[in-house]
């Protein structure tokens, strides 16, 4: 079974703070692909970054990067600089390898609801 | 650009109505996804298709049925509303290929009163 935790509720911070989002998460399998969306206010979800389990490197774009760590399990999403943009919901993801029509399949963490305040 | 709709962004309905919410996308994608999302809970699969008139169910079936009768629409279909399915509803689609990201839909806000 795949799980996806997000162990951060919510989290509030003042605009220019960096902020880390949390993502662990468990499969069996040996490959594998981890997402992140935000979903502002309006409710869309918007793609922000897919990895497969080959690779660890670390990946910067913007202000937005992420810390790929297979040791540990985990994605994490950090924002530098924050702004009141980046205020939404954040979505961690796992999604199987497999060429069967299960392997679409996302499995989404709970969310966490970023908060950032001028 | 990838472009999905929902037929609604809010819906007002009552209990015992059959309830239709329309999906389609523009991309020409094999798969098409409904989910609901529910505070604490996350998102949680419905039901998807990989083709049409193919569909799996997904984690949470149960007071749902679909329809893909063209590739690009998939329909989501609740047979007699209920309060319980007071809910976020959020469609995706995406590429047939293992490695391709889901896309979603601006969400339908559904009320069953």
């Known amino acids: 079974a795949q799980k996806v935790t997000q162990a951060q509720t919510e989290i509030s911070v003042v605009e220019k703070e960096d902020v880390t989002l949390d993502c662990v998460y468990e499969?069996?399998?040996?490959?594998?692909?981890l997402f992140w969306y935000k979903q502002p206010p309006s409710g869309e979800l918007v793609f922000l970054i897919r990895?497969?389990?080959?690779?660890?490197q670390n990946e910067i774009s913007g202000r937005y990067s992420w810390n790929f760590q297979k040791s540990t399990s985990s994605f994490n999403f950090t924002i530098t600089a924050s702004q009141v943009v980046d205020s939404a919901v954040y979505f961690c993801?796992?999604?199987?390898?497999?060429?069967?029509?299960?392997?679409?399949?996302?499995?989404f963490g709970e969310g966490t609801q970023l908060t950032v305040n001028p | 650009d990838v472009k999905v709709t929902q037929s609604s962004r809010y819906l007002v309905k009552r209990t015992g109505e059959k309830v239709f919410l329309e999906c389609v996308q523009d991309?020409?994608?094999?798969?098409m996804f409904w989910y609901r999302q529910d505070p604490g809970l996350g998102l949680r699969l419905i039901y998807f298709s990989y083709d049409v008139k193919m569909k799996e169910k997904g984690d949470i079936p149960e007071g749902y049925s679909v329809s893909r009768e063209k590739k690009e629409r998939f329909s989501l279909i609740l047979e007699s509303a209920s309060t319980n399915q007071t809910s976020m509803y959020l469609c995706a689609s995406s590429h047939g290929q293992n490695q391709e990201t889901q896309y979603f839909g601006p969400g339908t806000r559904l009320l069953v009163l």
């Open positions: 993801a796992l999604r199987r390898n497999g060429r069967e029509t299960s392997g679409s399949r996302l499995t």
């Open positions: 499969t069996r399998d040996t490959t594998y692909y």
């Open positions: 991309m020409d994608h094999e798969n």
């Open positions: 990895r497969n389990s080959f690779d660890e």
